[in-house]
C-alpha cells in the first residue's frame, strides 16, 4: 500500500531486552515523525527527522532511545534496557514537507515490557 | 505550545449532526487549528485544519470563531465509523520556528455513535 507502514505490529520485550522499531514512511516524505501514545492518553512527541537529519529528538524520555534515519526514508527507532514505564503504543508519521501539510499516521507498534 | 481545551466526551446518533467544540484562547496569529481523530486500535487520521476562514472538505466542516480563540468540528451526518476520539491541534506555521510541523496532542474527545 501507500501509507505509512510499521513493523512489528506487537512486540512483547522482557525487562532489560533491546528492541527496534521500524517505520516505512510514504516515498519522498521529507518529514518523519516519532510519537508514543500510553494507553488512554493522546500522542506524545518524541523526535522529529527532516530527510537524514534528525532536528528535534527534545521528547526522547532517556538516554536509552534512539532514533535514527540514515538514508532519509526508513526510520528505526531503538530501545535500550526496556523498562515497564516504556510499554506503549509508537506511531511513526510523515508528512511531504513540515509547513502545515497533513501528517500521515501509521498504525503503530503495540510494545509490551514484561 | 499553546493549548486547546475540548470536552472529554459527547454523543450522538446515527445520522444527525454533531458539533465538537475547541477553545483555544492563548493562540497565536500564525498558529493553524488542526483536528485528527483516532479510530479504535488506528494511527490518528487526518481531518480537517484552517487558519482565519471555515473550510469544508469530503470529511467535516471546520468553523472558526472570529477572534479565533475556539473552533467547532462539524459532522454533518454521524455514521458508526465516525465513533473515535477526535484531537483539536495548534500547529505552528511560522517559518523558522522550530515546531517543525510536530503535533501537540492533549486527551481529545471521546465521540459516541448510537445506532
Known amino acids: 500500500g501507500a501509507g505509512v507502514s510499521q513493523s512489528p505490529r506487537y512486540k512483547v520485550a522482557k525487562r532489560g531486552q533491546d528492541v527496534a522499531l521500524r517505520c516505512d514512511p510514504i516515498?519522498?516524505?521529507?518529514?518523519l515523525f516519532w510519537y508514543q501514545q500510553a494507553l488512554g492518553q493522546g500522542p506524545e512527541f518524541l523526535t522529529y527527522?527532516?530527510?537524514?537529519?534528525?532536528?528535534?529528538k527534545s521528547g526522547l524520555p532517556s538516554d536509552r532511545f534512539f532514533a535514527e534515519r540514515p538514508e532519509g526514508s526508513v526510520s528505526t527507532l531503538k530501545i535500550q534496557r526496556t523498562q515497564q514505564e516504556d510499554s506503549a503504543v509508537y506511531l511513526c508519521a510523515s508528512s511531504l514537507g513540515w509547513q502545515n501539510t497533513e501528517a500521515f499516521f501509521g498504525q503503530g507498534t503495540r510494545l509490551t515490557v514484561v | 505550545d499553546a493549548k486547546t481545551t475540548q470536552p472529554n466526551s459527547m454523543e450522538s446518533n446515527e445520522e444527525e449532526p454533531v458539533h465538537l467544540p475547541c477553545n483555544h484562547s492563548t493562540i497565536s496569529g500564525t498558529d493553524y487549528i488542526h483536528w485528527y481523530r483516532q479510530l479504535p486500535s488506528q494511527g490518528p487520521e487526518y481531518v480537517i485544519h484552517g487558519l482565519t476562514s471555515n473550510v469544508n472538505n469530503r470529511m467535516a466542516s471546520l468553523a472558526i470563531a472570529e477572534d479565533r480563540k475556539s473552533s467547532t468540528l462539524i459532522l454533518h451526518r454521524a455514521t458508526l465509523r465516525d465513533a473515535a476520539v477526535y484531537y483539536c491541534i495548534l500547529r505552528a506555521g511560522n517559518a523558522g520556528g522550530t515546531s517543525y510541523g510536530k503535533l501537540t496532542f492533549g486527551q481529545g474527545t471521546i465521540l459516541t455513535v448510537h445506532p
Open positions: 527527522f527532516q530527510n537524514e537529519a534528525q532536528l528535534d
Open positions: 516515498s519522498g516524505h521529507v518529514s
